[in-house]
């Protein structure tokens, strides 16, 4: 799918992301990166590794399995790490060290088909509950601290946010077919950025990120409309899943990590 903005944006500017750091050859499903440059890693053979910001391996979580396949992890918080698990409902809280403090199975709590998750300011936890197509933010208990209304009588249509993202006093909704919904910290929603098809997102400040299906690098600034892009190394065309946080571009396959500096 063609990267779709709004009719407001201007024309991008391209340039090439050419500032290659390193390759690691390590065999990974899926990696996070936290504020403090640790890097987390999915295993081929379903281990969760963390290591620092130097390259040193810190800790490993061995019970990646337990609720099934993981499916989305969140490390917005180094001292709590949210574990996804859509396909039981239920989200397992680490502790810095990776040790497991707490598991919320959501199906228990009434939340009958959670689709996304993450990490909100205040340390409790946002969801997206399929089911009834609403915003929710719940404790480490499981218990509802507040909702929006049925979002299919706000938009006309179902949501299917893969990612919920709390940043800049902002919670972003990203659904990769019908773009990005921002809500304020109440749920009120405030507007929509016709962001589609893009791999995943990440948001800095007024800027939102994310790698396009033409294998080129995006950022949209929610401020002036405008957009940038920037086209990535040959090299990493193809089969590779992508994440940027901390001014580097992380690119992989099960069998090699490329990681790039970018200038943001």
């Known amino acids: ?22 390759k690691v050859p390590v ?16 295993t081929t053979t379903d281990q969760l590794k963390k290591y620092n910001a130097e390259g040193d391996s810190v800790s490993a979580y061995n019970n990646v399995r337990r609720y099934g396949k993981l ?8 001292l709590k790490l ?9 989200i397992v809280i680490l502790d810095r060290q990776l040790t497991a403090r707490t598991a919320i199975e959501l199906r228990r709590k009434n939340i009958l088909q959670a689709g996304a ?13 399929e089911y009834d197509n609403k915003l929710k933010k719940i404790n480490e208990e499981g218990t509802v601290l507040q909702e929006t209304p049925d979002l299919r009588t706000v938009f006309g249509f179902a949501l299917q946010p893969q990612q919920i993202i709390d940043n800049n006093n902002t919670v972003y909704l990203y659904d990769s077919k019908q773009g990005v919904f921002l809500f304020d910290h109440y749920g009120t929603f405030r507007k929509k950025v ?23 690098f995006n950022n949209y600034n929610t401020a002036t409309l405008l957009t940038d892009q920037r086209k990535l190394p040959a090299a ?17 396959t099960r069998d090699s990590l490329h990681i790039y500096t970018y200038p943001f």
Do not use: C, E
């Open 236 to 252: 990493l065309h193809g089969t590779y899943n992508y994440l940027v946080a901390n001014n580097k571009l992380f690119a992989w």
């Open 71 to 78: 499916h989305a992890i969140d490390v917005t918080n180094p």
């Open 27 to 42: 065999a990974i499903t899926d990696l996070a990166v936290d504020n403090l440059d640790n890097l987390y890693l999915l």
């Open 117 to 129: 998750i993450g990490l909100s300011y205040d340390n409790n936890i946002w969801l997206f509950d």
């Open 194 to 216: 016709g962001i589609t098809g893009w791999q995943r997102i990440a948001v800095f400040d007024k800027y939102i990120y994310g790698i396009d299906a033409n294998a080129a």
């Open 82 to 90: 949210l574990l996804f698990y859509k396909d039981f409902s239920t």
């Open 1 to 22: 799918m063609l990267l779709l903005l709004s009719s407001h944006v201007a024309d991008a500017q391209v340039s090439t992301v050419t500032a290659p750091l390193k």
